[in-house]
């Protein structure tokens, strides 16, 4: 067996050393080919270089200009794991008819393979993330009793809605894992400063103290820590939001999951296990479990099976080009509570959990009409946890529904009234969520109205919009809401 080699998000144990040891690569061109979060930048150098310490003479880690370069260096042919984007998929496909790679195995990093996926899909219409979740359980023999689910419902989503508690400004859990930095954080930290002074890198958003699992002892006491302490609190308040409060009950475990840290499967028999002991609810236990092994999966196989232009699809023909506060992360260019808030946590650390990102971030982005393509690299390079495979599902089929609703069966907007139920937020706000004219009128309310006329034609055949356009047409101040938000235009609300 030769040498393995392994990309930044393959460094877990399933992801199995070669008998001659592994090769770790930091590529300058692929740090410096997007402006990624310095965050991000961090928690990838980082974890190369943790794995290769753990792992000593078995691995060789090299720092080249390109991924090419450094295997022209090593020397000898190399075995890898299938990549998880189209990118590296060319370049192994490249190497592997030169026989510089030798063999390309199937990933590890999630419970289903690619070939089982694209025959589960079949000739399927659509391909419903329902029904893919329901067929993850039964198949991973996850929260069922033969062909039943565990509680009579495959899902509990209706009782993991409820907003935060009134008069909370945080959620009362115990805090998240949080990681201690040591020499080779130091190291990153004093090399990105480095290169960022040099020209090399162009990072966006702050650098702050590492929040995030890098290595596999981490990531495991990360695990323990959320399924001990809080994922009980998790499932009633999973979709809520409070200023003070950044990781609510959310587990945290989406980088060192696609850092390839952990396992999906002994994260779910983990939060399973706490359900069989009476330590966890099931509606917080399941919930968990859909993230992972229903929506995280369902988003990886729906990268491969949709093709690589998935993410240039515009069905609502959204052409407006990201304003540079939003793309420069300028929250102090907001005065909207909720968007000042979302934009200050990306810029900080790089993350805020899904709700801030679809219905704040993706509602904003959506009313406005923002071009989808580059909607998905903006999440893709300022968020620690985004990836080539992990966005577009999320922006262009969930966020966006400029796939015409190949994977939702609805778009997700919505208007002020949907922020102040499930935050904190509209209470301190200059604007008011009740109202969508004039000098305090909520721009998420609205930006949904006009939305919704500017939309119309092209969302008139969807059931589940039927009433709302009903609504829109009832609207006596609908003109005066579709003026007031074009004469808003680009502009920091």
Not at 266 to 274: F, G, K, L, M, P
């Amino acid at each position: 067996m030769t040498r393995r080699w392994l990309f930044a998000d393959q460094l877990g144990p399933h992801f199995r050393v070669g008998r001659d040891g592994v090769l770790l690569v930091e590529s300058r061109r692929a740090l410096s080919r997007r402006p990624f979060h310095r965050q991000k930048l961090h928690l990838v150098l980082s974890a190369l270089r943790h794995r290769a310490a753990e792992l000593g003479d078995a691995a060789v880690l090299l720092r080249t200009k390109t991924y090419t370069e450094a295997l022209e260096q090593l020397g000898e042919p190399v075995t890898v794991y299938e990549p998880t984007s189209y990118a590296a998929e060319s370049l192994v496909r490249r190497l592997l008819a030169s026989g510089v790679v030798e063999s390309v195995d199937p990933t590890p990093g999630y419970t289903l393979p690619r070939a089982e996926f694209a025959q589960w899909a079949g000739d399927r219409r659509r391909v419903r993330m329902e029904d893919f979740y329901r067929f993850q359980r039964q198949r991973l023999d996850l929260l069922v009793e033969g062909s039943h689910p565990v509680g009579g419902r495959w899902s509990f989503d209706e009782e993991n809605r409820e907003g935060p508690p009134k008069g909370a400004t945080r959620l009362d859990v115990p805090a998240p894992y949080r990681p201690r930095e040591d020499d080779i954080d130091a190291e990153v930290r004093e090399d990105l400063d480095r290169w960022t002074r040099e020209g090399v890198l162009s990072p966006v958003g702050e650098d702050g103290p590492r929040l995030f699992a890098v290595t596999r002892r981490e990531a495991l006491a990360a695990l323990e820590r959320f399924v001990t302490h809080r994922l009980g609190s998790f499932g009633p308040h999973e979709d809520a939001m409070l200023r003070g409060d950044w990781a609510m009950a959310h587990s945290l475990l989406s980088v060192p999951l696609n850092l390839g840290l952990l396992d999906p499967l002994e994260v779910v028999d983990r939060a399973v296990q706490a359900y069989r002991d009476g330590s966890a609810p099931l509606a917080s236990v399941e919930g968990f479990v859909r993230q992972v092994i229903g929506w995280r999966e369902y988003v990886w196989h729906v990268y491969w099976h949709f093709g690589p232009t998935y993410r240039r699809r515009n069905a609502l023909q959204a052409r407006s080009a990201l304003p540079a506060w939003f793309a420069e992360l300028d929250a102090d260019a907001v005065e909207a509570a909720c968007l000042h808030d979302v934009l200050s946590g990306v810029r900080e650390r790089g993350w805020v959990h899904h709700i801030p990102r679809l219905m704040v971030l993706g509602n904003w982005a959506a009313q406005r009409g923002y071009d989808p393509d580059a909607l998905t690299e903006w999440f893709q390079t300022r968020f620690v946890d985004g990836y080539d495979w992990v966005m577009p599902a999320n922006v262009v089929g969930m966020s966006q529904h400029a796939d015409g609703g190949a994977m939702a069966t609805k778009p997700y907007v919505a208007g002020g009234a949907y922020i102040n139920r499930m935050s904190d937020y509209c209470g301190g706000c200059r604007y008011d969520p009740r109202k969508r004219v004039g000098e305090d009128a909520c721009p998420f309310t609205a930006g949904y109205w006009a939305y919704l006329d500017r939309n119309a034609a092209r969302l008139e055949g969807n059931q589940r919009m039927a009433r709302p356009l009903q609504q829109r047409g009832r609207l006596a101040d609908l003109p005066d809401v579709v003026a007031q938000e074009r004469d808003r235009g680009s502009a920091a609300p």
